[in-house]
Nanobody
């Protein structure tokens, strides 16, 4: 059974930093592309960042390039999202997701989802 559990969400001031973690159980992780998505109040869920199974390829939404960094540790079955220079528009529930195959911007293509962690950026 596959489970994804996010942690690290918090209330932080604009300009601050956070690191989100997503711990996975199950054998799929080392061969899965992983992604972070977010849903802000009143908005649709959107792709934030993705990483290939080996970590060699990463993709980012334009709105977060240069500020957020996705990484993974396959030995620990954990994927991370380092968030720097946070802005109020980064306020959202952040979800970790996994899928077989390559990275995708399309949430519908992901097979496994975590429960989400709240990030609130105060201005």
């Amino acid at each position: 059974q596959v489970q994804l559990v996010e942690s690290g969400g918090a209330l932080v001031q604009a300009g601050g930093s956070l690191r989100l973690s997503c711990a996975a159980s199950g054998r799929f992780f080392s061969s899965a592309a992983m992604g972070w998505f977010r849903r802000a109040p009143g908005k649709e869920r959107e792709f934030v960042a993705g990483i290939s199974w080996g970590g060699a390829s990463t993709y980012y939404a334009d709105s977060v390039k240069g500020r957020l960094t996705i990484s993974r540790d396959n030995a620990k079955k954990t994927v991370y999202l380092q968030m720097n220079s946070l802005k109020s528009e980064d306020t959202a529930v952040y979800y970790c997701a996994g899928k077989t195959g390559s990275i995708s911007y399309n949430a519908e293509s992901y097979d496994y989802w975590g429960q989400g962690t709240q990030v609130t950026v105060s201005s």
